[in-house]
C-alpha cells in the first residue's frame, strides 16, 4: 500500500487548510486512517484517527478545530484544519492500517504517507 498526502502549505494563523492522502494498492478494508504530525525537535504525535465503523478520535490539541474525514471508495482520508496556530507547524504525516488482498493470502499492511509540511506564521 502506497499513501500520497497533498495539501500542505503556508497559512496565517486562523486560517484553514484540508489535507488529503489518497492510497492505493489492492485493499479490502480500512481498519483504521489517520493523520499524525511531526514539528522540530519532536516526536510524532496523533492528531487524528477514523476507524471502519466511522468512530473518530483527536488530540485535545485538534479537537473543535480539526476534522478527519473519509471516503472508502476513493481510498482517500481528509483533514479539514480550521483556525490554525502557529503550534500547528509541522510535518503532517498519513497512516492507514488496512486488510489487503494477496493471492497467497491478505495481510494486514500498516503504511505511511511522505508527509505534507504545515508551517501557520503569526
Known amino acids: 500500500v502506497q499513501l500520497q498526502a497533498s495539501g500542505g502549505g503556508l497559512v496565517q494563523a486562523g486560517g484553514s487548510l484540508r489535507l488529503s492522502c489518497t492510497a492505493s494498492?489492492?485493499?479490502?478494508?480500512?481498519?483504521?486512517m489517520g493523520w499524525y504530525r511531526q514539528a522540530p525537535g519532536k516526536q510524532r504525535e496523533l492528531v487524528a484517527s477514523?476507524?471502519?465503523?466511522?468512530?473518530?478520535n483527536y488530540a485535545d490539541s485538534a479537537k473543535g478545530r480539526f476534522t478527519i474525514s473519509r471516503d472508502t471508495a476513493k481510498k482517500s482520508v481528509y483533514l479539514q484544519m480550521s483556525s490554525l496556530k502557529p503550534e500547528d507547524t509541522a510535518v503532517y504525516y498519513c497512516?492507514?492500517?488496512?486488510?489487503?488482498?494477496?493471492?497467497?493470502?491478505?495481510?494486514?499492511?500498516?503504511?505511511w504517507g511522505q508527509g505534507t509540511l504545515v508551517t501557520v506564521s503569526s
Open positions: 477514523i476507524i471502519t465503523d466511522g468512530t473518530t
Open positions: 497512516n492507514t492500517e488496512a486488510l489487503v488482498y494477496r493471492s497467497s493470502g491478505n495481510y494486514k499492511s500498516d503504511s
Open positions: 494498492g489492492r485493499i479490502l478494508v480500512f481498519l483504521s
